[in-house]
């Protein structure tokens, strides 16, 4: 998975935090950037069809004109980890996910320990029935 630049970013922020699909102007509309405009986004917008990370959803009319309406093909999890697991070297020996998941636990403070342990649990029983499926 090609690593997102900092615009391309903000725009998959926008598109990850949406349930439906949007236009180029509604993703103008939900960026915190006053400097940004509507070709730069459309530039984005193009460049991630390029890279896959996002498709053109429907067509709708605004204004009597035609808008395309993207969605993501990637979610947000998807490229964390990706993303993650590229800042490790492969190696037998050590396992940064492993670390980095144990780290993370550590470091939560919004969540008792116990709630935590519970939910990983949880989440561990999950995967195992997928995979027996």
């Known amino acids: 998975m090609k690593r997102l630049t900092g615009r391309e970013l903000d725009i998959m922020k926008v598109l990850w935090s949406e349930d439906d699909s949007l236009t180029a102007t509604e993703i103008l509309s939900r960026i915190d950037d006053e400097k940004i405009s509507i070709f730069t986004v459309q530039n984005t917008l193009k460049t991630l069809l390029n890279k896959e990370y996002i498709e053109i959803s429907s067509i709708t009319i605004v204004n009597k004109t035609n808008a395309r309406k993207y969605s993501p093909l990637v979610s947000a999890d998807e490229y964390a980890v990706d993303q ?16 980095m998941t144990l780290a993370l636990v550590k470091s939560e403070s919004n969540q008792s320990e116990e ?3 519970n ?11 997928e995979k027996t499926r």
């Open 119 to 129: 939910e990983i649990e949880k989440m561990i029983q999950e995967r195992r029935e």
């Open 115 to 117: 709630e935590m342990l």
């Open 84 to 99: 993650f697991k590229s800042l490790f070297p492969k190696s037998k020996k050590d396992n940064p996910i492993y670390e």
